[in-house]
């Protein structure tokens, strides 16, 4: 997504927010950006740097082509800055660097623009300070906050922006997009449902360590209702083994929570909300007969736990092996 004609496809509203204020010459000196990963935060935040720098502006549309448009791209123009999480949060000297920069002289243009991704994780101390910002704007800086939950920031800072709320992609939509881009119905549909960014979907759809992933998610699948598997060991042995960091294993119960709900689909005869598993399927069959719709509950929910605890960054092994024990048969 590169233009706003793009963006306008699957944000209208904020779309149209924006391209209305850069036709007006009002461009807010303040903007609060909230959506899930993937509804498009960064690009639009790009686009928004693009229509105040670039040099062929078309319409509302950057050039994309001048040499400001390939600076902006390639994150190398002294005039925007990016701020970043380090780890966990953004920290005060981040803040402090960034209002040092903005204070050298040594700048190509007198507009800037600082644009701050995941800004709910501002210390405490890091948003007062962009506070302290925020309240003395000068004509020509626009500060572009990035954030997935805007209700985990101090109400003085939203208070000070323009809030765009971002929609949630509708999945059908991606799905479609997918398949247009050569994929096949079957892995459309598991794609869109693990993600709601088009490009993570396409990444993912060649990506062999997905596709080992998902190996080992029907492995285990399997291991869960064979009496004589260890499902424990597997998840030591193997998942652990290829699932590592925390986003990874996340992904990993993603997969499972994928399947689990395709088991429940089946009794519940929606087989055109299934993604992983197809109705013929005899390992379906047979998870079918080894989980009532009642387990199935219990196991959806000992699944979303377990990604609830990851989050809050309890030991992973223990996580896992943990789920383990309460999913089998
Ligand atoms: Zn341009």
New binding site residues.
Partial sequence: MTTWSEIEKIQPIASRMITNSIKKGRISHAYLIQGARGTGKEAIATLIA?SIF???LIGVE?????R??KRIDSRNYPDIHWVEPEGQSIKIEQIKNLQREFTYSSFESNQKVYIITGADTLTLNAANRILKFLEEPTQRTTAILLTENSQSMIPTIRSRCQLIDLKPLHSKHLQEQLVASEMSEKDAALMSALTNNIDEAIEWSDDEWFAEGRKLMIQLMEILIAPSEDAYLFIHNHWLKHFKERAQLERGIDLLLLAFKDVLYAHLDKEESMVVFNINDEQLKQLVLSYSQEDLIKVLHNLLDAKRHLKQHVNSSLVMEQLALQIQR
């Fill in positions: 693009k670039c040099e062929r950057p050039c994309q082509s001048c400001m448009c």
